[in-house]
Each structure stands twice: as structure tokens, then as C-alpha cells.
């Protein structure tokens, strides 16, 4: 069954930094294509990085571009996501998904791209 367990959210102040980790059951290079999701009330659920395993592939939304960084540690079955320069507005529930497709940068933010969902982590961000 596939697994994927999300932590590392927690209440931050703006500019701050926070690392959360996604670790996957079983073997990481089962999927081809890793990503996180965020969600905040009452908006929909965006990418904001994925990242090819097994390749050195990056991707991010435009708002977190230069602050956020995806990274995967095969060893350990993971994937991160380091957050600087923490904003008010990544204040949100961050989702790890993970897809058996290759990351498209024309398609890597879509939702439907991913089979499979952690439960989420979340991340508090105060002004």
C-alpha cells in the first residue's frame, strides 16, 4: 500500500525558514515524479515545487521561485521541501503527492498528474 507521510509543518513568523519532509513507503524510485501541493481556506490546491527522481529536474511556482527548494534523499526515501523567507500568505496545509509519470513543466502543478496523497502537514505562518 502505498504510503506517503508528511511532516516538519509548524507555526512560523514571516521570514523565517521551515523544512518539511514527505517519506515514502516503500521505494522512492517507484515513482517518477514527486511534488508539493498547498492548500489554504478557501482556495484551491496549487503546486509549488516538484521535482524528477532520480534526475535533477526542478520545479516552482512563481511565488515561492527563489525561496523554496524541493530536494530528495534516495537513501532515506524522501523528499523535502526547504522554505525561506517564510510570507504570511504560504500560510496554508502543504501536501506531498507523488505520480508514475515524468514531470512535464507544463503539467507537474496539475493535480490530476499525482495517484497518490500524504495527509498533509501544516504550516502557520504570523505576521
Known amino acids: 500500500q502505498v504510503q506517503l507521510v508528511e511532516s516538519g509543518g509548524t507555526a512560523v513568523q514571516a521570514g523565517g525558514s521551515l523544512r518539511l519532509s514527505c517519506v515514502v513507503s516503500?521505494?522512492?524510485?517507484?515513482?517518477?515524479?514527486m511534488a508539493w501541493f498547498r492548500q489554504a481556506p478557501g482556495k484551491e490546491r496549487e503546486g509549488v515545487a516538484a521535482i524528477y527522481i532520480g534526475g535533477t529536474s526542478t520545479y516552482y511556482s512563481d511565488s515561492v521561485k527563489g525561496r523554496f527548494t524541493i530536494s530528495q534523499d534516495n537513501d532515506k526515501n524522501a523528499v523535502y521541501l526547504q522554505m525561506d523567507a517564510l510570507k504570511p500568505e504560504d500560510a496554508a496545509m502543504y501536501y506531498c503527492?507523488?505520480?508514475?509519470?515524468?514531470?512535464?513543466?507544463?503539467?507537474?502543478?496539475?493535480?490530476?498528474?499525482?495517484?497518490?496523497w500524504g495527509q498533509g502537514t501544516q504550516v502557520t505562518v504570523s505576521s
Open positions: 503527492a507523488a505520480s508514475r509519470l515524468r514531470c512535464q513543466s507544463t503539467s507537474w502543478y496539475w493535480r490530476d498528474e499525482y495517484a497518490y
Open positions: 516503500g521505494y522512492l524510485f517507484s515513482y517518477t515524479c
